[in-house]
């Protein structure tokens, strides 16, 4: 199958930045949120990182128009009727998402693709809210999108190798790199990565170092580019709430269960970057 068409729901930070690279490899996008102040939010933001590239001389100003002309802005699910694919970026919650899936089978055309950036919710699960579980399956950006080259590609039980391969084909055409990995809770990337967050809050939580010092310490003796904390409030805390979550009950170990704190700053609404504060103040 030609994909052509390509629906985002969620203009959140996943699904702007999921937009912007289906539109610049030339697809043409729907990006659709629930109220029209969310989706105007993403398409600014999307505007605003084509503008930055226009400014490094990485884009022409006419590059930048095009490829904002190929995103239409929507609020209303019913434009799934024009879609070859929908990738769904909405907020980590299983019944989110298992209603959306119920209504978007209603409305896609036959032939659609209904794909999930989901970083932990079992894909099986999701499709059986469908009735063409062969063609859901999970697709999983990493953040930011625009930058980041990998994307995890899960199978849910029933998921048809022909949409397997049209998902495979489609990552390559959006420049990202495809690593396929099997249908467990938190993959492969949020598995490994989500609890070494958890044990970094937990090591506020208790005492053991001030949050600049935890990154500090992961920066310079591990390498890593980023200190988990403040990856955590990129990520977004609640998001990382969800996900621990997911891993607590999928795997039953009680080596997942989510840091009281991490819980705490997500009642207090601090979710991270997205909300101004989280680990830090933006
Ligand atoms: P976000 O909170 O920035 O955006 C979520 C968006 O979904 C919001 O704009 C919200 O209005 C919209 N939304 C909620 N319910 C909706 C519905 N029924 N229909 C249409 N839109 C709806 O969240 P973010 O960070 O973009 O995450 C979205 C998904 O991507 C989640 O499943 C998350 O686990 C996954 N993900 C997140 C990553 C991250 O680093 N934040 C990385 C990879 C995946």
């Known amino acids: ?24 490899a030339g697809f043409d996008v729907i990006l659709h949120d629930i109220k029209e102040e969310f989706v105007n939010k993403g398409y ?9 590239q226009v400014e490094k001389g990485r884009l022409t100003p006419q590059e930048k128009d095009e490829t904002l ?5 929507s609020v ?29 089978d209603q409305l896609a055309p036959d032939h659609a693709i209904l794909a999930t950036n989901t ?17 859901v399956i999970g697709m999983h950006f990493m953040n930011p999108v625009p930058v980041m080259k990998l994307v995890e590609i899960i199978r849910g039980l029933a998921t048809d190798d022909e949409v397997f391969q049209n998902i495979y084909d489609l990552t390559k055409k959006l420049n990202k790199v495809p690593v396929e990995v ?16 958890n044990e970094a809050i937990y090591t506020v ?26 990856l955590a409030d990129f990520i977004g805390l609640d998001t ?4 621990m979550e997911t891993l607590h009950e999928g795997f039953g170990d009680d080596k997942y269960r989510p840091c009281p704190l991490l819980r705490k700053y997500v009642k207090a609404g601090w979710l991270g970057k997205k909300t101004g504060r989280g680990f830090y103040s933006y």
């Open 205 to 230: 939580y208790e005492g053991v170092a001030s949050p600049e010092a935890v990154d500090e310490v992961m920066k310079l003796g591990m390498n890593h580019p980023m200190g988990p904390l403040t």
């Open 1 to 24: 199958m030609e994909i052509q068409k390509i629906m985002v729901i969620g203009a959140g930070q996943m699904g702007s930045g999921i937009a912007q690279v289906c539109a610049s």
């Open 240 to 243: 990382c709430l969800f996900i």
């Open 69 to 73: 002309q190929r995103i239409t802005p």
């Open 182 to 197: 099997n249908d467990f809770p938190g993959f492969v990337s949020n598995r490994i990565l989500m609890p070494m967050i």
């Open 76 to 104: 209303e699910l019913s434009n799934a009727r024009f879609i070859d694919i929908a990738i769904e970026a909405v907020v980590e919650k299983m019944d989110v998402k298992t209603t959306l899936f119920h209504e978007l």
């Open 44 to 52: 600014h933001s999307i505007e605003k990182q084509l503008q930055r």
């Open 119 to 135: 970083s932990s919710l079992p894909i099986t699960e999701i499709a059986a809210a469908t009735k063409r579980p062969e063609k």
